[in-house]
């Protein structure tokens, strides 16, 4: 007899893959999502008491295609337009099901979907997560993550989009916005995981299973190696990016006695195994950087030069600022101080005000001993940062500085 | 996606500065049926977190307290009764951009009229995680 728990990792498991034979059929989403919740409830009940059925997956589809020709013949007279969906046999059991989940991931992943949707719809239709549980995650109530969740449906059915594999440009697209999605739940669980939302780390842990259930179904895909190994190598860190109270601690002050071996061996193998797959892309490149972070016993022992050219190279990639300003900072650590502020001046018209720019800055006048700018900028990215941890750790340091060098500054 | 509080305080706006207590009873019922829509417009698109009104500065208190002898609690209304705070909408939204977009909503609610009332909203982010460290 299996626990609740090993029934409710099975249930994950398949539940994206029923889901995907259903929409596969009756290329109706919504109705299918909602039959194949139902399911999930039933054998919920039953398979504790009852014990696993010979075949888990053809009984949820059994169940799930079942509770959907209920539904659809009572709404018979209404929706004539189901009712050729009625009439369809259950589908086939025995179709590749790995398939299925990848297909609903790019259906929920879609880019006609705004971020707010497709990281709802992908965890509830592809993680089996229920709505209270994402809702609380992303601290909002249940019926306006509903609501997300039903608008995410909704678009897709308007839009029409087919459940098949993407192909030629569209196939590229598609899993950049696939890849997109997993890493901005990532970022939302790891980003969290200090101060009082603990609880929220699932989210990365969740991520990290998505994109490795991906990496498995496209194991020669470069990126979606370089995704996950970057996952990994951050999430490495997590126990070492907290103090005891729940402050931040920046990766320099890190113990890194604290950091997760295993999940950092297993980051290494994969993003190696990532870059022999062929063409270079932005994910391989941060696993690359974040794999040279993990491998310094001290932060003295840091390669700055090697990261210094991975940012460079993805700087020609993209064109988002934060990568000049790390690179900035990489540049500082092998050239010096004076480098670094040189190459941020390039950056006050993109993010003019952005408390990062202003951060950064205080950290390399600290570097170059120059205390009084330090502090000016320290002050100005704590008063201009969103986050509470971040605003104690920037005020932390205004506070060394002043008691460091006894200069006063006007407030 | 971050959060913004929409603050709105007791002063009123360029459109009407007759405090609600004067207008007719059909144009506070227009005026409320306008805030229960925009609540409904926000929960159909995912986005609303909460939204409150507070109780008049009538019945108002302010409570002091120096950690050893007994609190001191003064009663509303307050000279400065227009500063404080009539109510409020938290939001979870894509952006800034969006969340001064129901603001500006929020302004032109309907005063006496129908005219809108074009109340000052104050647009604060909730304070959130920090930036990921690449």
């Known amino acids: ?411 | 996606m971050p959060k913004f509080m929409l603050l709105q305080h007791y002063e009123g706006g360029a459109g009407c500065d007759v405090p609600m207590t004067e207008w007719t009873p059909e144009d506070v019922q227009a005026h409320i049926r306008f805030q229960q829509d925009l609540n409904a417009e926000l929960i159909a698109k995912g986005e609303l977190v909460d939204a409150q009104g507070l109780a008049g500065p009538d019945v108002a208190k302010r409570v002091t307290f120096d950690g050893k002898g007994a609190p001191v609690v003064t009663d509303g209304p307050f000279p400065e009764s227009k500063e404080l705070l009539a109510g409020y909408r938290l939001v979870d939204v894509e952006s800034e951009e969006r969340a001064l977009e129901i603001a500006a909503q929020t302004s032109a609610a309907p005063g006496p009229d129908g005219v809108p009332i074009q109340h000052p909203i104050e647009v604060r982010q909730v304070m959130g995680a920090p930036d990921t460290d690449l």
């Open chain 1, 1 to 411: 007899m299996r626990t609740g728990a090993e029934i409710e990792v099975l249930l994950r498991e398949l539940a994206p893959q029923v889901l995907g034979a259903l929409v596969r059929r009756s290329g109706d989403f919504e109705g299918s999502e909602d039959a194949v919740q139902e399911a999930l409830l039933a054998a919920a009940g039953h398979w504790p008491r009852e014990g696993l059925p010979d075949n888990p997956r053809g009984w949820l589809i059994q169940t799930a295609t079942r509770k959907m020709t209920d539904r659809i013949r009572s709404e018979i007279a209404r929706r004539r337009r189901e009712e050729v969906a009625a009439r369809q046999e259950p589908p086939s059991t025995d179709v590749p099901d790995s398939d299925d989940t990848l297909l609903l991931l790019f259906l929920c992943c879609h880019p006609a979907l705004t971020p707010a949707s497709a990281i709802a719809l992908t965890l509830r239709a592809v993680g089996g997560l229920t709505t209270a549980e994402i809702a609380n995650a992303f601290l909002v109530p249940e019926t306006t993550m509903a609501q997300r969740i039903s608008r995410g449906k909704q678009r897709i059915t308007a839009s029409g989009i087919p459940f098949r594999r993407p192909t030629g440009d569209e196939w590229t697209e598609r899993l950049r916005s696939v890849l997109h999605v997993l890493y901005l739940i990532f970022n939302e669980g790891y980003a969290s995981s200090i101060g009082d939302h603990l609880h929220r780390t699932e989210l990365s842990a969740e991520a990290i299973r998505l994109t490795r259930a991906v990496h498995a179904m496209l194991p020669d895909d470069g990126e979606v190696g370089g995704l996950l190994a970057l996952m990994l190598l951050t999430d490495a860190r997590r126990p070492a990016r907290t103090g005891p109270h729940g402050e931040l601690i920046p990766l320099a002050e890190q113990d890194r006695t604290l950091w997760n071996r295993q999940l950092i061996v297993e980051g290494q193998r994969v993003v190696l195994d990532a870059v022999a797959h062929g063409s270079v892309g932005a994910y391989q490149l941060q696993a690359g950087i974040a794999a040279v972070h993990d491998d310094a016993d001290r932060v003295e022992d840091t390669d700055w030069a090697q990261i210094l050219t991975l940012y460079g190279l993805l700087e020609r990639m993209s064109d988002n600022p934060m990568v000049t300003l790390n690179r900035a900072v990489a540049a500082a650590m092998v050239h010096g101080p004076a480098t670094g502020l040189t190459m941020l001046d390039s950056l006050d018209a993109t993010l003019a005000g952005h408390y990062r720019l202003d951060a950064v800055r205080a950290h390399l006048f600290d570097m170059a001993g120059d205390t009084e700018s330090a502090l000016t900028h320290y002050r100005s990215a704590a008063n201009r940062t969103t986050s509470v941890p971040e605003q104690q750790y920037l005020a932390a340091q205004v506070a060394r500085l002043s008691a460091l060098d006894g200069v006063s500054q006007p407030e």
